[in-house]
Antibody
Framework: EVQLVESGGGLVQPGGSLRLSCAAS????????MSWVRQAPGKGLEWVAN????????YYVDSVKGRFTISRDNAKNSLYLQMNSLRAEDTAVYYC??????????????????????WGQGTLVTVSS | AIRITQSPSSLSASTGDRVTITCRAS??????LAWYQQKPGKAPKLLIY???TLQSGVPSRFSGSGSGTDFTLTISCLQSEDFATYYC?????????FGQGTKVEIK
């Protein structure tokens, strides 16, 4: 069974740091892009970041660039999100998800983008003083 | 960023009803659109990708259509387990963006 289990969430003060982890099982982790997607309380979904199979490409939504770092350890089947300089607006449930990227490849060129399946159960990050 | 406008934001329906949810992209995205179902306190679940391809294990009462800027999710015969919030997501360009969601409630 494909499974993703997040951990590391909690309460942190504004300006603080937190590291989220996602443990993957049931599939060949090193063969897939992986993403983080968040959902503020009572709000919609927002893609945060993703990372290529070998970690050589990483992309972020503008609102977290320079503050968040996505990484992975294929030997440990694990995905990470290092979050620094946290703000109140970063308060959300953070989901890790397997990313189907790339959406299309032709003539040796791949076009990034994909859907997300499956998702973990999420971990809540609360940024508050 | 590509903006996705989803409508309606909520709807009330009865078991057995046919339900239609639409998403409009601010620019053409070909068929690079996915649909998800989310129940309270749970993670989203993929229903459809590539605008109309049903994910394995998803009931056939769910269907998707559209390309370019206008897309539709249809539930042909609403079941009790379908009451949830539905989101569309474009993956044509970064950042990958979601619609604001449609909550399907019991009438």
């Amino acid at each position: 069974e494909v499974q993703l289990v997040e951990s590391g969430g909690g309460l942190v003060q504004p300006g603080g740091s937190l590291r989220l982890s996602c443990a993957a099982s049931g599939f060949t982790f090193s063969s897939y892009w992986m993403s983080w997607v968040r959902q503020a309380p009572g709000k919609g979904l927002e893609w945060v970041a993703n990372i290529k199979q070998d970690g050589s490409e990483k992309y972020y939504v503008d609102s977290v660039k320079g503050r968040f770092t996505i990484s992975r350890d294929n030997a440990k089947n694990s995905l990470y999100l290092q979050m620094n300089s946290l703000r109140a607006e970063d308060t959300a449930v953070y989901y890790c998800a397997r990313d189907s990227s790339p959406r299309y490849c032709t003539n040796g060129v791949c076009y990034k983008g994909g859907w997300f399946d499956p998702w973990g159960q999420g971990t809540l990050v609360t940024v508050s003083s | 960023a590509i903006r996705i406008t989803q409508s309606p934001s909520s709807l009330s329906a009865s078991t057995g009803d046919r339900v239609t949810i639409t998403c409009r992209a601010s620019q053409g995205i070909s068929s690079y659109l996915a649909w998800y179902q989310q129940k309270p306190g749970k993670a989203p679940k993929l229903l459809i990708y590539a605008a109309s391809t049903l994910q394995s294990g998803v009931p056939s009462r769910f269907s998707g259509s559209g390309s370019g800027t206008d897309f539709t999710l249809t539930i042909s015969c609403l079941q009790s387990e379908d009451f949830a919030t539905y989101y569309c997501q474009q993956y044509y360009s970064y950042p990958q963006t979601f619609g604001q969601g449609t909550k399907v409630e019991i009438k």
